[in-house]
T-cell receptor, first 114, second 114 residues
Framework: ETGVTQTPRHLVMGMTNKKSLKCEQHLGHNAMYWYKQSAKKPLELMFVYSLEERVENNSVPSRFSPECPNSSHLFLHLHTLQPEDSALYLC?????????????FGPGTRLTVL | GNSVTQMEGPVTLSEEAFLTINCTYT??????LFWYVQYPGEGLQLLLKATKADDKGSNKGFEATYRKETTSFHLEKGSVQVSDSAVYFCALSDLSNQGGKLIFGQGTELSVKP
């Protein structure tokens, strides 16, 4: 248990559905991250929030929409996804956005887009 | 740009064998270096880290030394156990590169047989 929880753990959705992934951290951290983990590819950073402000958006398609209502919660809203978006989506948090601070990861949401 | 290269897996070893997983990096500035481990069905967990040249990170019998002259951060363990079977990720974080962004290698799968 790393102090970062994600729900749901598994999600199957059609291409026309709208769903949301939720992440919650209980560590008092100020920075939160979304990563995409696909088979045979390195982890891809999608979004970074620091003190609830988005500070990085790595050329992610607009069908992925992040939301950070407070420093403990992070959402990823999904709509009109493609089958190639099927992957493990990992949330992480860190004390602050610093090169010295390790990131703590949640267990991930396994997403399948049909 | 910054990048991390790991040896390809899978690596298969017998219990009590010596483990080395090679990791080299390319970076501007002075990155911190990390090893993360991902057990089946789980998110990533920090295994060890080093924040400056010649630092040695260690945890649970694993070690890695930050070698600036060879731009390497190889992971070693003297005697592996079946429970070490997992995927290992080398990563770097460079504050000069958009603020604490973690760049991961592609991961190396380790399988330890009894």
């Amino acid at each position: 248990e790393t102090g970062v929880t994600q729900t749901p753990r598994h999600l199957v959705m059609g291409m026309t559905n709208k769903k949301s992934l939720k992440c919650e951290q209980h560590l008092g951290h100020n920075a939160m991250y979304w990563y995409k983990q696909s088979a045979k590819k390195p982890l891809e950073l999608m979004f970074v929030y620091s003190l609830e402000e988005r500070v990085e958006n790595n050329s992610v398609p607009s069908r992925f929409s992040p939301e950070c209502p407070n420093s403990s919660h992070l959402f990823l809203h999904l709509h009109t996804l493609q089958p190639e978006d099927s992957a493990l989506y990992l949330c992480a948090s860190s004390q602050e956005r610093s090169q010295y601070n390790e990131q703590f990861f949640g267990p991930g949401t396994r997403l399948t887009v049909l | 740009g910054n990048s991390v290269t790991q040896m390809e897996g899978p690596v298969t070893l017998s219990e009590e064998a010596f483990l080395t997983i090679n990791c080299t990096y390319t970076a501007t500035g002075y990155p911190s270096l990390f090893w993360y481990v991902q057990y089946p069905g789980e998110g990533l967990q920090l295994l060890l880290k080093a924040t400056k040249a010649d630092d040695k990170g260690s945890n649970k019998g694993f070690e890695a030394t930050y070698r600036k002259e060879t731009t390497s951060f190889h992971l070693e363990k003297g005697s592996v156990q079946v429970s070490d079977s997992a995927v290992y990720f080398c990563a770097l974080s460079d504050l000069s590169n958009q603020g604490g962004k973690l760049i991961f290698g592609q991961g190396t799968e380790l399988s330890v047989k009894p």
